[in-house]
Structure formats: C-alpha cells, structure tokens
C-alpha cells in the first residue's frame, strides 16, 4: 500500500480483477443502470473452463465471441447498459456485487452459465 499526496493509503487497481467476489457490496449502481458484458455457455464445466482462461490472461470478449452462445456475442459480450427490470434476479443480483472491471465466477439463470464483467 502506497500514499497519495495527502498522507492517505491507497492500493493500485488492476484492470480488471479476476477472482471470486468477497460477498462485499459492489461498485454504486447510478440512475438504477449498470453496464456489463458477459459469456453465456450451456454446462458449468465449460463455464469453469472459460473462466480459467480469463485468469489465465485470455482477453474476455474474444472468449465471448468465441464461445457465448448470446447475440451479444458479436459485441463481445456487451450488453450495454440495463435496469434491474431488464434481466432475471440472479443476473441482476450478480452484476450489483461486482466492483467495475471485476469479472464474476459463474452464475447460473435459466439460461444457462454466465460469466459477467460489470464494465459501468
């Protein structure tokens, strides 16, 4: 841990933190929207398997191009930006404890295995 200028600590950020999220509250939800993308694949082993690859340093939308079985696939996962309305509770409930840039650990809905990067 360094200091800022004013004597405060701090820690350097990563990019984007892979790892399972701490149950602690994520980054504030402004206007009741987030952002994220996300990889949507049929079985939890093939969700683990992708998510070793992103912690192995694969770039996260060329894994959902590659294997997402969304239409957003095309975007790399981008969802844009949605309201708690917009997307089942268990996506939604995912997406509101990850910190933006952190990426999830697979959250199953019934459509399947999501992998999730809060990227707003």
């Not at 191009?65 to 309305?85: A, D, H, M, R, T």
Request: aromatic share 8%; proline share 2%; charged share 30%.
């Amino acid at each position: 841990m360094g200091k800022n200028k004013y004597g405060k600590g701090y820690q350097k950020k990563t990019k984007a933190s892979i790892g399972q999220n701490s149950g602690s509250r994520g980054d504030p939800i402004h206007g009741g929207k987030i952002k994220a993308s996300h990889i949507l694949v049929d079985k939890f082993s093939r969700a683990k398997e992708i998510r070793e690859d992103l912690e192995a340093g694969e770039k996260f939308e060329t894994l959902a191009q590659k294997y997402s079985n969304c239409p957003s696939k095309k975007k790399g996962g981008n969802l844009g930006e949605f309201s708690k309305g917009d997307m089942v509770s268990e996506f939604w409930n995912a997406c509101s404890k990850l910190k933006i840039g952190e990426i999830s650990q697979p959250v199953k809905t019934q459509y399947g295995y999501h992998i999730i990067k809060r990227t707003g």
